[in-house]
């Protein structure tokens, strides 16, 4: 099983500055079989980011996903207060798919 | 609109049964992977298992291996997750969501909006 590691657990940032969220992967998915998630509080997790990269209809350009080999990171470039929630990676390159255990993006 | 619909919220007893529902409308539903994903109060997501209803082919988690039953009703555009006895650590909110693309290798979406599933005495 492919553990994703997160890092941080939570982050405390102010509206407009940069986040920057990490998830590495125990071993190789495939190149780019990840997925990014936020979810809001009482809300379902909504798609952000897919292979890698590529941000989902509707997601604004401030989200941006990247990686070097099994390190991920997702990159917001100026915070809206909007964006305050639980950020989640999801590897789908082998079974079991599984999550990484979430950074708690919070307003400092 | 592609949409999953889950059934509501369930309150039982430990080793009760349960099945729970979610429908997909607005796409081909035979030919899209669906999956269950659970979250323990407060804590993060868990991919469960996923199902294929054009062939009824099902991966679980080992984690949930025996523990849950994943099926399918094409007839109806439905598939369930469902519990032959609870237990008091089955209580979660259960998401319903379908893969992007009409592959295996897909990320979710969307998700349905989640079954909050309460098993206490």
Redesign the interface.
């Known amino acids: 099983?492919i553990v994703l590691t997160q890092s941080p657990g939570t982050l405390s940032l102010s509206p407009g500055e940069r986040a920057t969220l990490s998830c590495r992967a125990s071993q190789s998915v495939?190149g780019t079989?990840l997925?990014w998630?936020q979810?809001k509080p009482g809300q379902?997790?909504?798609?952000l980011i897919?292979?890698a990269s590529s941000r989902?209809p509707g997601i604004p350009d401030r989200f941006s996903g990247s990686w070097s080999g099994t390190d991920f990171t997702l990159t917001i470039s100026r915070l809206e207060p909007e964006d305050f929630a639980v950020y989640?990676c999801?590897q789908?390159?082998s079974?079991?798919?599984?999550?990484?255990?979430?950074t708690k993006l919070e307003i400092k | 609109e592609v949409q999953l619909l889950q059934s509501g919220a369930e309150v039982k007893k430990p080793g009760e049964s349960l099945k729970i529902s979610c429908q997909g409308s607005g796409f081909s539903f035979t030919n899209y992977w669906i999956?269950w994903?659970r979250q323990l109060p407060g804590k993060?997501?868990?991919?469960m298992?996923?199902i294929y209803p054009g062939d009824s082919d099902i991966?679980?988690?080992?984690?949930f291996q025996g523990q849950i039953t994943i099926s399918v009703d094409t007839s109806i555009s439905t598939t369930y997750l469902q519990w032959s006895s609870l237990k008091a650590s089955d209580t979660a909110m259960y998401?319903c969501?379908r893969h992007?693309g009409r592959t295996?290798?897909?990320?979710?979406?969307?998700?349905?909006?989640?079954t909050p599933v309460t098993v206490s005495t």
Do not use: K
């Open positions: 099983e495939g079989f997925a998630y979810q379902a997790p909504r798609l897919y292979v989902a989640y999801q789908y390159y079974s079991p798919n599984t999550f990484g255990q979430g | 999956g994903v993060g997501l868990e991919w298992g996923i991966r679980y988690s080992p984690s998401y969501a992007s295996l290798y897909s990320w979710f979406d969307p998700w349905g909006q989640g």
